[in-house]
């Protein structure tokens, strides 16, 4: 699958480059109507170095019925999952490595932000059906969003730059500071934290924070950054 990124329009393209892509993309593009969702369903990684680092591709489902299903894994554990009846599976690969890069980046997007791609149009690049999709709306002004700064609280930067903040405290991501999880003041409207020259607290500063304030333990596979003492 080739993968275009709008950074000015907000969207994302997909370009089927395999019969079987082609065959998926077509339906969705001839059937589909603008503003349909195409439900996130999951994905697959890439495994390096013994490590799940990179998501090789992502799962998209357009219609069908969605059931929950549960399996026993042990006595004591079961896993549940969705299950979707019907509709179409477009499966997210892509082609080169500049692709595979925004296969991460969506995956994210839909996984935290969105629970799957808004369908805004159809497109034909080089005789190729393609689709067009955003991953939301402003939730103030309707401009269509797709990074998962903006649509993890659907508002887009414009208006999260002119917002009054009304900042609550609690656990924090993202930011900066790039934090992966810690503690601090959002705003409750938009999302945004305060910024990086307002929070002076180190990565494993912010660990300890989670721990002791949440209850939710840290646990770092290398030493690497160290982990919080007290």
């Given at each position: 699958?080739h993968?275009i990124w709008n950074?000015v329009?907000n969207?994302?393209t ?11 993309v077509k339906?969705i ?6 503003g349909?969702?195409?439900d996130?369903?999951g ?11 990179t ?12 059931v929950?299903?549960?399996e ?11 299950k979707?009846?019907?509709?179409q599976?477009?499966t ?11 296969v ?5 997007t ?7 791609l ?5 497109v034909?690049?080089?005789?190729a ?14 401009k269509?969003i797709?990074?998962l700064s903006?649509t ?6 414009a208006?999260s730059?002119?917002c009054q ?30 910024t ?21 333990g840290?646990f ?10 007290g």
């Amino acid at each position: 699958m080739h993968i275009i990124w709008n950074h000015v329009n907000n969207t994302v393209t997909f370009l089927p480059d395999s019969e079987a892509e082609t065959a998926v993309v077509k339906t969705i593009a001839t059937e589909a109507k603008p503003g349909e969702k195409l439900d996130y369903a999951g994905c697959d990684y890439e495994k390096e170095n013994n490590r799940y680092n990179t998501f090789l591709e992502i799962y998209l489902h357009f219609r069908g019925n969605k059931v929950r299903v549960s399996e026993q894994l042990s006595p004591t554990c079961t896993f549940t999952t969705n299950k979707y009846v019907g509709g179409q599976r477009l499966t997210v690969r892509g082609s080169t490595k500049k692709d595979k890069e925004l296969v991460n980046k969506i995956r994210a997007t839909c996984y935290l932000g969105t629970s799957g791609l808004i369908f805004v149009d159809k497109v034909e690049v080089d005789e190729a059906l393609g689709i067009i999709c955003t991953g939301c709306y402003c939730k103030v002004c309707n401009k269509p969003i797709i990074d998962l700064s903006e649509t993890e609280w659907k508002t887009c930067n414009a208006c999260s730059a002119v917002c009054q903040h009304e900042y609550e405290y609690g656990i924090v991501h993202g930011g900066p500071k790039k934090i992966d999880i810690g503690v601090g003041e959002f705003c409750g409207k938009c999302g945004r934290g305060k910024t990086h020259t307002e929070d002076s607290k180190s990565l494993s500063q912010h660990h300890a924070a989670v721990a002791e304030e949440f209850g939710i333990g840290v646990f770092y596979k290398s030493d690497f950054p160290p982990p919080p003492r007290g």
